[in-house]
């Protein structure tokens, strides 16, 4: 069943795996679903930068 024309958040928080966000996202995506990612905070990054 083609779910064509949804949308879905996928939030996402510091030190994630690659695979834990791409995988679902790439499914979703697949099935026609508008995915979106987010972070729980508006001003922080999921990745920072390491010095």
Sequence with gaps: MRLSGKKAVIL????????????????????????????LKASTHPRPAIP
Excluded: A, H, K
């Design 12 to 39: 996402v928080s510091n030190e994630f795996e690659d695979l834990e966000v791409f995988y679902p996202m790439l499914r979703l995506s697949e099935e026609g679903i508008w995915v979106t990612l987010g972070t």
